[in-house]
């Protein structure tokens, strides 16, 4: 047998907690504030005299302004969404029949990319005559954000009625609480913290497109719709790198408050709506989560001076692992139970789901083409003449290739960081913070930093080949770390507590318990993180892979751009579908073929609830 | 260390003073809170023979948080926890512990989980396997060793558990309210088992403490109750229960002794 670990006789002093608790606003000010200074000594330093091309920047005064518009048009498309989630969510969890047809529906739309929307939406807003129609134009900016926002709320409230324990339904009806007064005493409140929690995913989603369609491609050049996004995308355009990042630093800082002021609170107290769903009572001694205990047993181990440096720290840090745990993994379980649920739905529901899909696929094709008085028909003969399925297919793998390598990169690093956060109290205390920084800057965002940096330099070299390519897979990185770096971390954090004191109390440490304990617990998590990544690499697709005639790398996504500006009305419409289809036809392919083949395997890997 | 098998029967039914296995030295627990903190116990003193003690108080007393300090699953505000007269700083293989929540890990077999207390000793490899199967055995579960913890009902999996613990032969064993996950027909069922294993001279553990908020189950099972009171808690009673064994539930002095321990309590 091992001999003992033993010690000289450990000291404890008593603990003084003089908890002196700064409001809530206050911090999230302070740490805004520092956040933005370091940008822009950044800047500075970065881009010497860069403050003179933003203060020469004619459209700086307008930032307050702008910042309104691009707020007023998230707050509508979050309301729509918010009022489709709650309809379609309701609809779908209370009739057994309906979900058969709109859980497979949702399912598919979900997995359509949403800037695949993009060139569809403004060529049927933007109308068929010489000028942009305004009034159209913002119409069309909100569907778009509407398009990022709709689909993970709605699956939050499936989530959250399905989480209803059988014995409070069985109760509410045993008191006679039915329609209405069920719907506002049992369902809302149990959707609450589905809602809240995929409502920060939405918002996020929401800001993703912000710099994207508020700058669009018209008639060869591009209109503003007046916003943020479009004075980034403008100042990159000029290839003014200040002003760019001095509106990249004015988007993060609003985004970072509006995460600190709203959603944060609100995760916090939808905490509170949460059904008790372990049967198995934690411990007496640990009444927070185990990351809390961590956090305060590492604290222990601090000296006396040092700890009371930390102090101020601790409550951010420990606040923010608890909203990184719940928002981030998002009821595992119930998602993973997800797939199962539509392999159960009976054909004609499916079939049905498929037809109203490509119903409105064609609705959209003869919205774009009958102005032009022109037929579907007509239109797909156009389409054969000018492209083959086989470049379909080839362009397809092309941006698959792409996609793969930067998936693989980023489950490399986030893996090793949600493991070594797991591991080390300290790590997580610093990672943590920059992390949640880190995730709120949209990656569309930087785009045109990526652009200025890795694409303007190398024009004219022989060099630009790889560059573009390399931009490309960064540009998709941006896209897609963030969905796997979170699920893992919050799997890792979520070990139960019995579990990870049989560990220690049967001495499983080191590479032993990562090999047998961490990985395998953060299983569901990486393939559901590795879902929602794939869906924002698909996203970032489009994006990434054309930048200008003159600079882009062969892929679905530059087909893509290249067909909304085909001077060929139907011509551009019909390869734009296609393109669309390919698309959602390889992410229905690759989400049946392979995460949902996998999801089912991930049921042993499940603590039991 | 550990006395000769043969003279283990007297001893466990006669708890003597002796060198002590366990001593439990002025621990006290304080959780700090958001403006006041939070004193679970305070001034905790006692030793641990070869014994079978258990632990009883109100629920937040802070019994579990006792039981993992001796562990060293936790540390305590202040104090120490002396094993064989050393600080007890890290979970030790000489100690086993039992869970309530009975703490296997989803993914791993019947066979993976109670391998998984052999993985961190010297014993090796195969060696491992053949005690793992032996004490998968010894607790009924003979043909379930590729099982799944899931496919396995609450009792069961409480078996896996003791079979868990039981396979590092260690001289002290921990219960965190062993039976309170269980339906009361596996939990009597279970209960005898321990005892029939704890008094077997097979095993080398001689020395049990079991936490539960059951004073029933403690008198039927223990030598001796320590008894905890409300939080703060304190140690308010300390009976050795000298009841031939085995006992009969139904016996009146088991009642006296339930009385007197619950009158303690409230």
């Known amino acids: 047998m091992c001999p003992l670990r033993l010690s000289s006789p450990s000291f404890r002093q008593p603990r003084f907690w003089a908890r002196g608790s700064k409001p809530h606003i206050i911090r999230t000010i302070e740490g805004a504030v520092i956040v933005t200074a370091i940008f822009l000594l950044l800047v500075e330093v970065v881009v010497n005299g860069g403050l003179n091309s933003i203060i ?11 910042a309104v518009f691009t707020l007023g048009r998230m707050t509508i498309a ?65 569907i778009l954000i509407f398009t990022a926002m709709a689909w993970s709320p709605t699956f939050g409230v499936i989530a959250g009625i399905n989480a209803i324990p059988a014995d409070i339904k069985e109760a509410s009806r045993a008191y006679g609480l039915n329609g209405v007064r069920y719907l506002r ?18 918002w996020g989603s929401g800001w993703y497109l912000i710099p994207i369609e508020e700058y669009v491609p018209f008639r060869g050049s591009p209109i503003s719709a007046g916003g943020l996004g479009s004075y980034i995308a403008q100042a990159s355009r000029n290839s003014d790198i200040a002003s760019a990042l001095f509106g990249l630093i004015i988007l993060v800082g609003i985004i970072y408050a509006i995460d600190q002021l709203v959603w944060r609170p609100l995760g916090v107290k939808a905490e509170k709506y949460k059904y008790e769903s372990t049967a198995a009572p934690r411990t ?29 720290q601790r409550s951010i840090v420990t ?33 049905l789901s498929y037809a109203i899909f490509l119903g409105l696929v064609a609705f959209g094709l003869e919205l774009l083409v009958a102005p032009r008085s022109e037929s579907i028909l007509n239109a797909l003969t156009v389409l054969a003449a000018n492209v083959t399925a086989f470049q379909l297919v080839g362009l397809t793998l092309f941006s698959l290739s792409r996609l793969v390598t930067a998936y693989l990169i980023a489950l490399g690093w986030t893996l090793a960081a949600g493991i070594l956060i797991a591991r080390s109290q300290r790590f997580s205390r610093w990672l943590v913070p920059i992390f949640d920084i880190g995730q709120s800057i949209p990656a569309t965002a930087l785009f045109p930093l990526v652009v200025i940096i890795l694409v303007d330099p190398f024009r004219n070299t022989p060099y630009l080949g790889v560059t573009l390519n390399f931009a490309s897979i960064i540009l998709l990185l941006t896209g897609m770390q963030w969905y796997l770096l979170f699920n893992i971390v919050g799997a890792v954090n979520s070990v139960p507590n019995d579990i990870t004191e049989a560990t220690k109390a049967y001495r499983v440490s080191g590479g032993r318990y990562m090999k047998q304990i961490l990985i395998p617990a953060a299983f569901p998590a990486i393939l559901i993180g590795s879902i929602q990544a794939w869906g924002g690499g698909w996203n970032a697709l489009i994006v990434s892979e054309y930048i200008d005639p ?23 419409s019909v390869e734009i579908f296609a393109a669309l289809l390919a698309m959602t036809a390889t992410v229905l392919a690759i989400n049946r073929l392979v995460w949902r083949r996998l999801l089912r395997r991930a049921d042993r890997y499940k603590f039991e609830a | ?49 070869k014994e079978f003690l258990c632990i009883v108080g109100p629920s937040g007393c802070g019994k579990s948080t006792l039981l993992r300090i001796i562990d060293g699953l936790d540390s305590p505000t202040t104090g120490q926890v002396l094993f064989h007269g050393q600080p007890v700083i890290a979970p030790s293989p000489k100690i086993g512990v039992i869970f309530q929540t009975f703490a296997l890990i989803p993914w791993k077999t019947v066979l993976g989980n109670v391998e998984m207390a052999l993985q961190a000793t010297t014993v090796p490899k195969d060696e491992q396997v053949k005690i793992a199967k032996k004490y998968i055995q010894d607790v009924g579960l003979e043909g379930f060793e590729t099982a799944y913890p899931k496919e396995l009902s609450g009792g069961m999996k409480q078996r896996v558990g003791i079979a868990r613990a039981l396979a590092l032969q260690p001289e002290v064993l921990l219960m965190d309210e062993p039976f309170s996950s269980l339906d009361a027909l596996t939990a009597e069922n279970l209960r005898q088992e321990v005892l029939e294993i704890w008094r077997d001279p097979v095993y080398a553990t001689n020395c049990v403490v079991m936490v539960t908020h059951n004073v029933q189950e403690a008198v039927y099972m223990a030598d001796r109750v320590i008894v905890l009171n ?7 009673d300390d009976v050795q229960i000298t009841l031939e064994r085995p006992r009969n539930q139904r016996d009146p002095a088991m009642f006296d002794y339930s009385d007197r321990i619950i009158s303690k309590i409230s």
């Open chain 1, 284 to 312: 007496t001694a640990t009444p927070r989560s185990g990351v809390s205990e961590g956090v305060r047993k590492a604290e222990d181990r601090i000296v006396a001076p040092v700890r009371t440096f930390y102090k101020s």
């Open chain 1, 56 to 66: 020469k920047n004619g459209l700086t005064p307008e930032l307050p302004l702008f």
């Open chain 1, 78 to 142: 979050y309301g729509l969404a918010l009022a489709f989630a709650l309809s379609y969510g309701i609809a779908t969890a209370m009739s057994h029949r309906a979900s058969h047809v709109l859980l497979p529906l949702l399912d598919i739309f979900q997995s359509v990319p949403v800037l695949g929307y993009l060139p569809i939406v403004f060529a049927i807003f933007l109308g068929s005559g010489p000028d942009a129609n305004p009034f159209g134009l913002q119409i069309a900016a909100i």
């Open chain 2, 230 to 236: 409300h939080r703060p808690a304190k140690i308010v």
């Open chain 1, 185 to 202: 005493q049992i369902v809302l409140p149990a959707v609450y913290p589905e809602l809240i929690w995929t409502s920060i995913l939405a």
């Open chain 1, 550 to 572: 003159k600079a882009n790398v062969p892929g679905l996504g530059s087909f893509l751009v290249e067909a909304s500006n085909l001077p060929n009305v139907l011509l551009s």
């Open chain 1, 319 to 351: 606040r923010a692992l608890e909203v990184v745990r719940v928002t981030k993994l998002l009821h595992a379980t119930e998602r993973l139970k997800f797939p199962e649920r539509i392999s159960r739905i009976p054909f004609w529901g499916r079939l």
């Open chain 2, 1 to 49: 260390m550990s006395q000769p098998s043969e003279l283990l029967p007297d001893i466990k039914n006669v708890s003597r003073p002796g060198d002590p296995l366990l001593e439990i030295k002025d621990i006290s627990k304080v959780y700090p809170g958001e403006g006041k903190s939070t004193t679970v116990f305070d001034d905790i003193n006692f030793n641990v023979y």
